[in-house]
């Protein structure tokens, strides 16, 4: 099994993957700024939720699950973390 899954994480894999990373961080500080620095602040786990959420789907499936642009988890992310309330962005 190592075998199979060590081209995944090869210098050379790793560094393709890189700017996919990049980019859903560029937009995780970009909601932060929208959503975070009002008076109130904003809850930060469920940013790093969404933001773990769209890479994880991005890099296994090819597809974000577009959590940073809705501000909310998907179903299956709903399902993985609990279904807690605090996940949905109320702005």
Not at 18 to 36: F, G, H, M, S, W
């Amino acid at each position: 099994m190592k075998r199979k899954l060590s081209h995944g994480f090869s210098v050379k894999a790793l560094s393709e993957q890189e700017d996919i990373v990049n980019d859903y961080l560029d937009k995780l500080i970009r909601q932060i700024n929208v959503y975070a620095t009002g008076p109130k602040g904003d809850e930060m786990v469920k940013w790093y939720n969404f933001f773990t959420f769209d890479v994880i789907g991005d890099l296994a499936f090819g597809e974000s699950f577009g959590s940073l642009n809705d501000g909310m988890l998907c179903l299956f992310g709903v399902g993985l973390v609990g279904g807690s309330g605090f996940l949905t962005n109320s702005a």
